[in-house]
């Protein structure tokens, strides 16, 4: 049966939280169980994901904004350097990030990269399924690396469940393969999102971005340069995929 907070569990979070997430420095000792085992490990190796303690990562437990946000800022690299205003700057545009909280920096990176968070984003609450795939998304794209394509949509069979704004999102989710549909073709969007299956996603993520990273410096070494943005935008597609219209 899957476990869930208890108070004294919640609690020893925060406080760990409070403190700024203190990477692990030995394996963490209960996901020998997790089907994300391994990407768990390779994150953590990486200084990516941390742990509610020094020795626990709760794979089974539910993930919040704060440790979301502060997982995709890590594991996807800006475009860009962040801008001069820090963690501050974040809080004056983000009504529930505190100056000082672990989680400001990312907040406020993941606004400068072009995620849309809202200015009332509570840290605290659950992320949806939906939610963090739409925001791993935006964090790749905002790289430049991957291009402008018309899809196909794929038929998902919870469709009307998703919020209006993710649908592009989700799609291209599904078609980066960072997601699949269940065996009855739905995505379950409001499914609250658990640790080890934000991993799972993000490991992918972080994978395809390195893929494509790659194919930007061949392209870069054989044209003498820095490969042009459109030369970015064209480069990987699959066949039967067509660029967008804008390109």
Not at 152 to 159: L, W
Not at 167 to 172: A, E, L, N
Not at 207 to 232: D, P, R, V, W
């Amino acid at each position: 049966m899957k476990k869930t907070w208890t108070a004294s569990a919640l609690s020893l979070a925060l406080i760990v939280s409070a403190a700024g997430p203190a990477f692990a420095s030995a394996p963490f000792q209960d996901i020998g169980g997790s089907g994300a085992k391994q990407q768990i490990e390779a994150l953590q190796a990486k200084g990516i994901v941390s742990g509610v303690t020094d020795e626990q990562f709760a794979p089974g437990e539910r993930l919040l904004l704060s440790q979301g946000i502060a997982m995709i800022t890590r594991g996807l690299p800006a475009s860009a350097p962040a801008g001069d205003g820090g963690a501050a700057s974040g809080t004056a545009f983000f009504t529930s990030v505190p100056a000082a909280s672990w989680y400001a920096a990312s907040f406020e990176s993941a606004r400068l990269r072009g995620l849309d968070l809202p200015a009332e984003a509570n840290p605290a609450e659950t992320m949806t399924k939906e939610q963090f795939v739409h925001y791993v998304v935006q964090a790749m794209e905002s790289t430049h690396l991957f291009p402008l394509i018309k899809l196909s949509p794929a038929e998902i069979a919870d469709g009307d469940e998703l919020t209006a704004g993710y649908q592009g999102t989700v799609q291209r989710a599904l078609h980066y393969d960072l997601v699949a549909l269940d065996e009855s073709g739905r995505f379950h969007p409001q499914s609250q999102m658990t640790r080890e299956e934000a991993a799972a996603i993000l490991y992918k993520a972080i994978a395809l971005y390195e893929k494509q990273e790659q194919i930007a410096k061949q392209i870069e070494e054989e044209q003498g340069g820095a490969a042009s943005s459109g030369t970015q935008r064209w480069m990987n597609v699959p066949p039967g995929v067509t660029p967008a219209d804008n390109e």
